[in-house]
């Protein structure tokens, strides 16, 4: 297959007003770190107190030092809770530090998203929403959105203290006609999302902690992964994404590792049942993203990984890959200028 066959693939997925599934990968080039990343600044800054968190806290590391990413460090091991809250503000710090230079560099002009072109050229149509589904808790969805000037949702109401709307009240209007607005649903939490002391959910677009009393409402990886899922605003937040990936009419996914329970299990019935166009980007392509391109993904798929200075295709016609020389389309601005 040539390059215009791949072209022809891609524009079949951005045609279908794709629903688009983020993760780590996708954040990366905008400076924000990869697992790999959080693993090292987790075993480099948290402090343990007292025996209980010191000794599983030593099991983690070990993992760490045996090359267990941060989820299979933390997958089966019985934490205390207070090491837990210490690795939820542990995290939050360490992608809000990154998060903190992106924001920066947006009021100064210096950043580019082509998240925020993808999304532009999507609304260039009749529809009035796009859906983003997201395992990462850092804003660049957010970010990219304010970049071409379109409105988002992610469950809060707008305001310097915002309010959890579980019931999706919250709309926004243009004149009489409702406004074009993103959904980015946020399956593990989000860097200004908090829970007050007195159990209240909120939304604070914050640069620092707040007070001990406010608890960041992201979900690190690891044992509570899929308990704290079941309260809001996860509940809700996972409802509305599932109703995205079960009614995608296309799927592009950008550095998402088909990794997460929430999110995969949707994409794979879609595609098994309706055969609906996919495309999967990433710098390196996971196994798991291997194995479901060549199993469960139908046979309207292009899968594109970076190889030397060109890149690795993955399709239906060719389920084990072929080099595509001096072509590096393996990144989302290599893919609109596929489709734009």
Known sequence: MNIEGISKL???????????????????PHGLPSMAALSAYLRDNLQTEGEAETDAWTLVRTAFSQGDHLEAALEGKTLPDSLLQKIVRCTWQCMNEKDQEVAASVVDGDQTFPLGQLLSGLFNSTHNEVHIVTTNYDRVAEYACNSVGLLFQTGFAPGYIQKWESSGRVKFRH?????????????????????????????????????????????????????????????????????????ASAFLCVGFGFRDKHIHPKIFERCREQNVPIVVLARTLTDEAKLFLKERAGTNYLGIEKYGHGSRIFTSAEPDGFELEDHEIWSLPSFNNLVL
């Open 10 to 28: 891609a524009q079949s997925c951005f045609q279908g007003r794709p629903t688009i599934i983020l993760g780590s990968g996708a954040t990366m």
């Open 175 to 247: 004149g009489e006609k409702p406004s074009r607005v993103v959904k980015i649903w946020k399956v593990h939490g989000s860097l200004d999302w908090f829970q007050t002391k007195d159990e209240r959910i909120v939304g604070l677009p914050v640069f620092s902690l707040p007070s001990a009393d406010n608890i960041p409402l992201i979900v690190t990886p690891g044992l509570n992964k899929y308990e704290k899922t079941s309260e809001d605003p996860f509940r809700t937040t996972i409802n509305g994404a599932d109703i995205a990936l079960k009614t």
